[in-house]
């Protein structure tokens, strides 16, 4: 395995990154019960809180893109607000460990003998996605990613979902006729708190919606756009499981489309535990050089 297959496969865990996805079966749409947009933010408040001081899982993962398809497993450590430690292995043997922290991020390479040692800085300049530690937190627990509770969000009327949005509708039908060449998708645009009308000004075009399942417990879909790099993101939680008092995800697709590729992630998660004691080791061997200077 080459040492960009391997740059990938990390990659793919930290950020919002099958072909071969498996699509829930279509059903017929069914009318939901009107909810008050001021309980659907309740229930979003509620949901943005829910964090176990510590999280373990396995997942199989199936990544590919317009360039290659792969299919690897990890195990994942995380403390809450602190460390996440996903360990990727290929055919049976660990082959990635990699410490992610609010400031840095660190990826071992067994196979090739090589490390990077970085920040955050480094998901963005790869993807254009600008995913803090937070985020993947946010992501591998089920959670609203990047839901704000002192942001305004409105309530997008559709019968057949409860979604809350960060843009008006209208707001979001004009800004994705308008697309331009830029960086990449920001999730934390500096806001002015003061001015309740950014949405409408277009000062952030960076459209985050979030469909709450029926029941109120959890989210079922959420997506993102960002029209100025015509880059769109979607991440379907099409099944969870219940673990303790937690509703956890069990099968996750995650799409994400820019203007140079295709990306596809599934992750069907097992054996998930809570608030049970981590160990994590991690160590880069003095010998081990540098992975960004060896493509």
């Known amino acids: 395995m080459s040492i960009r297959n391997i740059k990938w496969l990390g990659l793919a865990l930290l950020v919002v990154l099958g072909s071969c996805a498996r699509r829930p079966v279509a059903e017929k749409p069914i009318k939901l019960e009107k909810r008050k947009t001021s309980e659907l933010i309740f229930v979003m408040d509620s949901l943005s809180a829910i964090r176990p001081n510590s999280f373990y899982t396995k997942i199989k993962c199936h990544f590919s893109d317009t360039n290659r398809r792969i299919s690897f497993k990890t195990s994942i450590r995380s403390i809450k607000d602190s460390i996440i430690n996903p360990i990727i292995t290929y055919a049976g043997i660990p082959i990635v460990n990699s410490i992610i922290r609010r400031d840095s991020l660190f990826i071992s390479n067994r196979k090739d003998k090589c490390a990077i040692r970085t920040n955050m800085s480094y998901i963005k300049e790869s993807f254009g996605v600008d995913f803090d530690y937070r985020n993947i937190e946010e992501l591998l ?121 295709h990306i596809v992630l599934t992750m069907d998660y097992d054996k998930t535990e809570i608030n049970t004691p981590q160990e994590i080791y991690f160590v880069i061997p003095e010998e081990y050089g540098d992975c960004s200077s060896e493509k």
């Open 141 to 261: 627990l089920g959670l609203p990613v990047a839901y704000d509770t002192t942001q305004k969000y409105f309530q997008i009327n559709d019968p057949y979902n409860y979604i809350i949005s960060s843009h008006r509708k209208r707001i979001i039908k004009k800004e994705n006729k308008n697309k331009h060449d830029k960086d990449g998708i920001n999730l934390h645009p500096r806001r002015n708190g003061n001015d309740n009308n950014n949405e409408e000004e277009g000062e952030d075009n960076v459209m985050i919606r979030y469909f709450i399942h029926p029941s109120l417990k959890s989210i079922s879909r959420l997506v993102i756009d960002s029209p100025d790099d015509t880059t769109h993101i979607s991440v379907d939680y099409i099944d969870r499981d219940t673990v303790g008092t937690y509703l956890l995800p069990k099968e996750v697709i995650i799409d994400i489309v820019t203007a140079r590729n």
